[in-house]
């Protein structure tokens, strides 16, 4: 189930894409239930106001995880955290995980298996380095 270009009851926020994680053991089962997806099919990097925008989408649904489709990456350097790579680090500080994947990674996917894969590997990498995994 997803639901697409909904606005809050304020008419002020947009979330391009939710679905609904059903938790399958093969799946993403230690995700959250519902999972926002905002979409930059952009051909520069995303910038730390439109990071710090979907974290804010985020906390103001109370939704812990989010993934931010951006189709040239984040700006920054995931090494020292800066621009908007500073923006999801400390978004950990307060519970709430931003995976961001980039639109060469998504032509590499082939299958739900890579999908869950590369979700479960971003994750992965956020919580244990505090950047993501994968964009430079």
Known sequence: MT???QWDYFSS???DIAFWNEG???GL???DKII???CKNWSKPVGAAEVTLFSS???GRGRPLGILVAAAGITGEAVDRSAAHQILARALG???ESLVVTRSE???LSNTDDVVRLLKQKRLQLAVSGTIYGVS
């Open 3 to 5: 639901v697409r270009n």
């Open 13 to 15: 926020e947009e979330i």
């Open 24 to 26: 399958d053991p093969k």
């Open 29 to 31: 089962r230690q995700f």
């Open 36 to 38: 926002p997806v905002e």
């Open 57 to 59: 989408k985020l906390e």
């Open 94 to 96: 307060q519970k709430r």
């Open 106 to 108: 998504i032509e590499q």
